[in-house]
């Protein structure tokens, strides 16, 4: 069952306002029935030793680029918990603009599947990865 | 071959005074033969819209520790890039202590195969993984 | 580069002919550009204790897909070896036929990133998974 | 709670005569509160195209390990079912024995998280993962 629009800004809302999306500076720009789309610009904080974005950062986007998949299409109060993800880094994220983007492969009465990207300002494949989620049910009301 | 303790301490400022570290709150404070720990503190600038730690904080502690362990039995100047890693969230983390460590489980000649883990206040185990990283030679001098 | 038909043949003849592959039943039928297909039929002799198809078939089949997508696509003579590999296991494998198929994520000059999934005789998603493989060049003639 | 004897001897007499283990020539020799243990001969029958163990063996010894581990330490008659397992495969397996070995690293009340590993004749790492499993309760007497 999808969400309507004011519910879909709803829950952007609640997830661009959380700590850690602020702290990063990432955000959530859709999350529908087709999937989530995220942004972030990699800067000079995000860097690791190297000069490149830490994992942490692309594992993060990739995360929650799943999980807003999968909220996306879930109804509304619903959420879920990532259970593990895995996820392939396939190019330095060197400071600058990166699209995350989350689709589900597969939803289990308990259990969701989901895949997630990230690719840099040419479009660019910088991480790919997969996630197990468990729902949660939105509270009886 | 292991490094003196000159060395290990360089290898600790390095990484604690880049940008990720310094804007997670996360230091590492041992990185040796026999593996890495790190330290943070999680606060609420670190969650995500349910009130427990982000995964991309949990996978980015995770991702340091085994990076480090493998740094830490490596001679000085050589580097290594994580190709990937795979993350189990065993429990949520609430707001306080973690601490990650790291250990390697295998070493190739030009990959090692790493595990890491982070443990609340408590000791009780918080996330668990294993990650593929491969050796970046120190310059030729 | 791509193969012309005559190598995709002996590419397939070669695999089709190897010890596994026939002790498990498991066919390729495609390795192109466009990646790999596969076919097996689940029996008796697969389950385990619960009567579905045993991982390790599922796995097989999946990792199978994913070199197979990547052999397809390399020049003729080259190789392939499993890194590591991820398998979400969405569904119990009855009895009857599965299809496999791979397809290619990422390549690097000595890396490569690629997905597989197993589908059974109506087309459900059983397996899907990501894998990492190293490439081995060709014997220089 | 873990098995008396006879128990634990059922457990592995039920899954050394599933098809699979059968197929394969596997065998679980232990499967107690402490962890299991397995033991393959890799033959010609095992191998892909390039002469060492095809992926699909070792991922089904590790996924293996891992669920008669945990079902060595639950209440008689509980099952378990692999959500996900990843694996590296860090060494050919030549024809030969392989042990194989399982541990739980974190229970939880609905899901289990666990590791493997395979081992060649000389002690030397093969392959190593982790897994999450689902618990399957005992059906009401």
Redesign the interface.
């Known amino acids: 069952m999808s969400k309507d629009a004011s519910a879909e800004a709803r829950l952007r809302e609640?997830?661009n306002s959380?700590?850690?999306?602020?702290?990063?500076g990432m955000e959530v720009t859709r999350a529908d029935e087709s999937g989530s789309e995220f942004r972030i610009e990699v800067?000079?904080?995000?860097?690791?030793?190297?000069g490149t974005?830490?994992?942490?950062?692309l594992?993060?986007?990739v995360?929650?680029a799943m999980g807003l998949a999968i909220l996306g299409r879930a109804p509304e109060g619903e959420?879920c918990?990532?259970?593990?993800?895995?996820?392939?880094?396939?190019?330095?994220a060197l400071p600058g603009p990166l699209v995350g983007r989350g689709s589900v492969?597969?939803e289990?009465r308990r259990?969701v599947?989901a895949q997630g990207e990230a690719r840099d300002g040419e479009g660019r494949?910088v991480a790919?990865?997969?996630g197990?989620f468990?729902r949660i049910p939105a509270p009886a009301s």
């Not at 974005?53 to 950062?57: E, L, R």
């Not at 918990?81 to 330095?92: G, L, R, W």
Request: glycine letters at 14%; charged letters at 10%.
């Open positions: 609640t997830w959380c700590g850690y999306y602020n702290l990063v800067l000079p904080e995000h860097l690791q030793a190297y974005a830490h994992g942490g950062i594992a993060g986007l995360d929650a959420g918990a990532t259970v593990e993800m895995k996820i392939n880094f396939v190019a330095p492969l597969h289990g259990m599947v494949l790919v990865g997969t197990t468990q």
